[in-house]
């Protein structure tokens, strides 16, 4: 069955500290990836996708992500938080030309001034 | 960049009667739309799959004659709550998936039923 795991449910960071927030995802098949940030009372914003090619993709506000097939992982960094990052950030995997898009259950980044 | 408008963003409503919730794609064509549900401090349930001039795909558990969906045009698809009942009430938001496969959310409509 598909399905994404995000092991971190609640990660608290220092300003300037590195993050890196894990997804793995469980999919029969090439898949689509994507990281989506949700700030407190907005609504979800697409920080970076993966659909083929170079798996290190980067993203806006200074986010990157990089593809391991072997691990059939997706795992999110960012080399010093800022306040402002402090969000709600689901993982999400769609399998290529299919509809469903499986989302993890999030990870609430909290980041302390 | 491709925008979703989803409306209405609050909406407070008395038990047993219905609401509608539009959710537009503005300036791309969206032949492929998604209704999901926001469950507290949990990630999104995707309800239901809206095909432009088709049936919507709903997912298990959840009743299509409760949640009427319609995507009449490439550019809106409907929801509507169908005698609303108090644990109803929750987040709903709607996605758009463009020509490159991404998806666009809307804003989410909050929705009360009393």
């Known amino acids: 069955a598909q399905s994404v795991s995000q092991h971190n449910h609640h990660v608290i960071l220092s300003e300037a500290a590195s993050l890196e927030l894990g997804c793995n995802y469980s999919y029969g098949g090439t898949v689509n990836l994507f990281w989506y940030v949700q700030y407190p009372g907005q609504h979800l914003q697409l920080l970076l996708k993966y659909f083929s090619g170079d798996p290190l993709v980067k993203g806006i506000k200074g986010f990157e992500a990089e593809f391991i097939k072997s691990k059939f992982s997706f795992n999110l960094r960012k080399p010093s938080v800022q306040w402002s990052d402090t969000a709600e950030y689901f993982c999400?995997?769609?399998?290529?030309?299919?509809?469903?898009?499986?989302f993890g259950t999030g990870t609430r980044l909290t980041v302390i001034p | 960049g491709a925008v979703v408008s989803q409306h209405p963003s609050r909406v407070i409503c008395k038990s047993g009667t219905s609401v509608k919730i539009e959710c537009r794609s503005l300036?791309?064509?969206?032949?492929?739309m998604f209704w999901y549900r926001q469950f507290p401090k949990k990630s999104l349930m995707l309800m239901a799959t809206s095909n432009e001039g088709s049936k919507a795909t709903y997912e298990q558990g959840v009743e299509k004659d409760k949640f009427l969906i319609n995507h009449a045009s490439l550019t809106l698809s409907t929801l509507t709550v169908t005698s609303a009942h108090p644990e109803d009430s929750s987040f709903y938001i709607c996605?758009?998936?463009?020509?490159?496969?991404?998806?666009?959310f809307g804003n989410g409509t909050r929705l009360t039923v009393t």
């Open positions: 999400a995997v769609i399998g290529t030309g299919a509809n469903n898009l499986f």
């Open positions: 996605s758009a998936r463009d020509i490159g496969a991404t998806l666009h």
């Open positions: 300036d791309f064509q969206a032949t492929t």
